[in-house]
């Protein structure tokens, strides 16, 4: 994804419960960042109009987070009421099995892009037996994230949510998938997050992430304006080093 530079491969979600703190954010960092995110928080508590109320604001585009999990009639009808909001993506669980995502896939229209959410980022390995995923499978974290990546693919998904520990894997199997990366961290915060698996924003570009989720540790900057900044500057290195590799081989 060459096309993808800088300040563009970061969403921030807006993580906020009211309209007024979430079109704050939209108007101070429209210009750093490239996709705002509407998760459940905000999407329950504004309804569907807060898309429009944060397009108008400055959004250029707009990812709605919704992680759609439900048999495959309740998928389709869902994505076709969505794609008439006109934004740019909207999340389906991979879970909710092949049938699901292929509808979804078939039903979305206005350019409207079906993102796959393999494992979310706050799971490990004790997690996902907890859950009653077979012990064999889920030995390497890597493995049942790709299987599910694969269903994604084949289901005809533009792209899927994955950690920063897998993405270099998908990236190798399916490179024609967007890969979008919650989790990115700057060394300091790494070790006293809740996210266990993930990696600085150079690491995640260098090792194929297309995209970057990046919202707490923006939120909780002394001045978000910088840094964002300084991302895109460890995105623009990672960009550059890519590069260069390239031209060499």
């Given at each position: 994804m060459n096309e993808i530079q800088g300040k563009e491969r970061i969403i921030f979600p807006l993580d906020v419960s009211s309209k007024e703190e979430a079109l704050i954010w939209v108007e101070r960092l429209k210009d750093l960042v490239g996709i705002f995110k509407i998760g459940f928080e905000l999407f329950t508590s504004c309804g569907p109009?807060?898309?429009e109320e944060v397009r108008n604001k400055g959004a250029k585009k707009i990812f709605l987070d919704l992680k759609l999990y439900d048999i495959p009639k309740v998928v389709s009808n869902t994505v076709k009421t969505i794609s008439n909001l006109e934004i740019d993506w909207v999340t389906v669980h991979i879970l909710s099995g092949f049938e699901a995502l292929k509808r979804a896939v078939e039903s979305a229209y206005n350019n409207l892009?079906?993102?796959?959410?393999?494992?979310?980022?706050?799971?490990?390995?004790?997690?996902?037996?907890?859950?009653?995923?077979?012990?064999?499978l889920v030995r390497d974290t890597k493995k049942i994230v790709l299987k599910l990546a694969s269903l994604g693919y084949k289901a005809g998904c533009d792209g899927v949510v994955c950690?920063?520990?897998?993405?270099?894997?998908?990236?190798?199997?399916?490179?024609?998938?967007?890969t979008i990366v919650p989790g990115a961290r700057f060394e300091e915060a790494i070790k006293r997050d809740d996210q266990l698996r993930t990696a600085t924003p150079y690491e995640i570009v260098l090792n194929g992430g297309d995209y970057l989720v990046i919202g707490r540790p923006i939120r909780e900057a002394e001045k978000p304006e910088e840094f964002c900044k300084k991302i895109i500057e460890e995105i623009e290195k990672a960009e550059r080093e890519k590069e260069e590799k390239t031209n060499d081989s």
């Open positions: 109009q807060i898309v892009k079906i993102i796959g959410v393999t494992i979310l980022t706050s799971l490990d390995r004790a997690d996902l037996m907890e859950l009653g995923f077979n012990s064999e950690s920063a520990k897998e993405v270099e894997l998908i990236k190798e199997n399916y490179p024609s998938l967007l």
